[in-house]
């Protein structure tokens, strides 16, 4: 799997507390963002789909590999409301089936172009990455 973490106040929720996975977990506002921002690089994702871990936006490349971006904050219930910078979390988990396993297929490439193209849409906006690790299977 594929993860970045930083810290920044761009992403703060503007729904209540109750509306979010659970207390402390955000990250609708970073998904819809980062969708947005992709899909100006010609990575067209999923609208946000809520987890109780955060928001993932989903992604078929062309070479058709399914992945998976995470979004979610690290924080305490009400963090997300002091107007202070909160610690996120963005990570890639690809999809590969059983077959796919057998013939040794591996969607690294694929992790790696799209990690690519979040680190530098997230520097782009001014975002500083403070923990990044790129364990691809």
């Known amino acids: 799997m594929w993860r970045i973490e930083f810290t920044s106040s761009e992403f703060l ?7 979010q996975g659970n207390p402390g ?8 963002w ?6 100006k690089q010609d ?9 109780d871990w955060g928001w993932l936006i ?18 305490d219930e ?3 409301y002091r107007g202070m910078p909160i ?3 963005v990570f890639i ?3 590969i089936s059983i077959r796919q396993r057998f013939k040794g297929v591996s969607h690294n490439a694929e992790v790696r172009r799209l990690g690519d193209a979040i680190v530098a849409t997230l520097l782009g906006a001014g975002i500083k990455i403070t923990s990044s690790e790129a364990e691809v299977d």
């Open 13 to 19: 929720p503007t729904l209540p507390e109750e509306c």
């Open 25 to 32: 977990v955000y990250g609708f506002e970073l998904a819809f």
């Open 34 to 39: 980062l969708a947005r921002m992709l899909v």
């Open 43 to 51: 990575i067209v994702t999923s609208y946000p789909l809520g987890e």
């Open 58 to 75: 989903e992604y078929v490349s062309p070479a058709e590999a399914e992945l998976t971006i995470g979004c979610s904050s690290m924080a």
């Open 78 to 80: 009400g963090d997300g």
């Open 87 to 89: 610690q996120w979390s």
């Open 93 to 95: 988990r690809p999809h």
